[in-house]
């Protein structure tokens, strides 16, 4: 289930930082209030991460698939380089 919440994440933000002709800081243009933007940003030891845009235009940088999805569960943002989700089997 986390796992699809990823994916899910990784489309919303791919389809908001979608490649412009000029240079422009990209925007989502469904942005509703309370909603947030995601988008990839860079890597680190190989894992990617993200730059999460509040509709307050806050920002939180460099934060790892897993922090977001932790995030969006629990309603808190911040930062923990050390979570990694798993799923049981």
Not at 17 to 45: E, L, R
Not at 51 to 78: C, P, Q, R
Request: glycine share 6%; net charge negative.
């Amino acid at each position: 289930m986390k796992q699809l919440l990823i994916i899910m994440l990784c489309i919303a933000a791919y389809s908001c930082a979608s490649k412009k002709t000029k240079s422009v800081v990209p925007v989502c243009k469904h942005n509703t209030p309370g909603a947030i933007m995601i988008i990839p940003s860079d890597t680190v030891s190989g894992r990617p991460t993200y730059t999460v845009i509040f509709d307050d235009e806050k920002a939180l940088d460099h934060m790892y698939g897993e922090e977001i999805g932790n995030s969006l569960s629990t309603g808190k943002w911040e930062y923990d380089e050390d979570l990694v989700i798993t799923t049981e089997k």
